[in-house]
């Protein structure tokens, strides 16, 4: 009888958090309609909290977090740092398959893992289990959000097919990455450099004479990530008004081609003339019917190029972007020492400078090659110049003013020890990102099998015995 009393006070606590959090997801109001000068009457008054301490922008949000791999966990990271509180549904006995994949420090989450999941709790349940569904039905009544990035239909054959989520959950947005959008490809599996062939990226990026060529920044997987956060911050907004969820659905062709959309652009400018910006009309090379890859050429209409930096014959990244701004072409003059170019016709404006910018580039790398990268930096801001060392990750990890501004930080983890991530790259003023380590495989399933699903200390047993959250026991397996 003793033991009991600690037992029960246990569950009552557990009952009233589970309650206090579902009233905080709860709390979303419709607004009331605007008054007469547009602006909303149901704001409540501003705070008088200091800035940055008035809670974050996502505070009390809910999101079951069904992602893997980089897509889904890039966005549902996001909603994480602007204070969601996010958990992660994992495989028992697996998890996320990152988890092992790069692996540095042996036993350890790698890097892959712990810089895509920062800030989330962490469940293991077998989806596929009647109890794991059990769970997974009381997650889905709390949640606001469900975010998967799973194959095409793997979500429907586990049962949780859009009918049945809004049956439980009216309010629910059901959110996904998928490769491809509704047509031919859409029951394709994708990975990040599928997704940048199929959305224009590789086409028209590289040299000329080469074959396409993919970008090391994931533009694919993270670039989709942060497309799918947007639709979800959107589609809670507009449930605030309507009162219901819905489907948001970002396809990483889609994402992709949204990032490239500058060279749809010049696919339909092509049709009309050559693209005058493009070296190559320069270099009277003729354009096909479709657009070609620029090398480093600028994307905008000021003409660039990557030019040699001093150290280059032995140093990998020294090198300079250097855009011939019209504006800025006197001091450009001026710096490498070409003041006649100024008033020449021959290079006075931006159309005569067009057939010749190969041998203009040629001309100022000859002076860059006599500077360090940063020496080219200073002496061209000063002056307007637009110019951009290029950085190795080597010296990102290092600079200073990326720690300051929490871009880039030093995270500390029980198994592998510190390490360096990059933090929220979008900045808030009243509503501070801290990055917290990544969760451990199944670290929070008990807290949220009581605090926050309310589940009694039987139940939590009953669900636990069945085995639908722990992984299979060698002999099951084998079997
Ligand atoms: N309990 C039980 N089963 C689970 C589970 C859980 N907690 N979590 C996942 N699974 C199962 C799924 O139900 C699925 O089973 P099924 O195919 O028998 O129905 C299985 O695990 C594998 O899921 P899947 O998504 O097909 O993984 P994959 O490793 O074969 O494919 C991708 C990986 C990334 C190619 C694929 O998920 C995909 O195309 N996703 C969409 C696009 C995307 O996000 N790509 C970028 C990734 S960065």
Partial sequence: MAKKKPQKAKQAKAKTAAKKSARKV?????????????????????????????????????????????????????????????????????????????????????????????????ITIDSKHPQGMRVLNALIKTCDVL???????????????WDYIHKLNPRMIVASVKGFGPG???????????????????STTGFREGPPLVTGAQIGDSGTGLHLALGIVSALYQRIRSGRGQKVLCAMQDGVLNLARVKLRDQQRIAKGPLTEYSQY??????????????????????????????????????????????????????????????????????????????????????TM???????????????????????????????????????????HPTRGKYLSVGNPIKLSDSISEVKRSPLLGEHTDEILTDVLGFKANEVAE????????APKKEEKAA
């Fill in 282 to 367: 320069g270099e009277g090379v003729p354009f096909g019917k479709a657009v070609p890859r620029a090398g480093n050429d600028s994307g905008g209409g000021q003409p660039g190029w990557i030019l040699k930096c001093k150290g280059w014959e032995s140093d990998p990244d020294a090198y300079t972007y250097f855009i011939t701004q019209a504006p800025a072409w006197g001091a450009i003059c001026d710096v490498i020492g070409k003041p006649e170019w100024k008033t020449d016709p021959d290079y006075a404006t931006p159309k005569a400078r067009l057939p010749k910018l190969k041998a203009i580039f040629a001309t100022i790398e000859q002076w």
């Fill in 370 to 412: 006599t500077k360090t990268k940063f020496e080219v930096m200073d002496i061209c801001n000063a002056v307007d110049i637009p110019v951009g060392p290029i950085l190795s990750m080597k010296e990102i990890a290092e600079d200073e003013s990326l720690r300051k501004t929490g871009t880039v930080v030093e995270v500390d």
């Fill in 147 to 161: 975010v998967e990035n799973f194959a095409p239909g793997a979500l429907d054959r586990m049962g949780l097919t």
């Fill in 26 to 122: 709860l709390k979303f109001t419709a607004p009331k309609k605007a008054n007469g000068n547009g602006k909303s009457n149901n704001l409540p008054k501003p705070s008088s909290k200091p800035y940055g301490q008035d809670g974050k922008a996502l505070t009390g949000v809910r999101i079951l977090d069904f992602t893997h791999v980089q897509s889904g966990p890039t966005c549902t990271q996001l909603l994480a740092w602007f204070g969601a509180d996010v958990i992660k549904v994992e495989r028992p006995g697996v998890g996320d398959i990152t988890r092992g994949q790069l692996r540095d420090v042996p036993g350890a989450d790698s890097l892959y893992f712990t810089m895509l999941n920062h800030n989330k709790r962490s």
């Fill in 463 to 470: 669900i636990k015995n069945s085995g639908a959250l722990s």
């Fill in 184 to 202: 031919p490809y859409e029951d394709c599996k994708v990975y990040e450099n599928v997704a940048q062939c199929a959305g224009g990226s590789a």
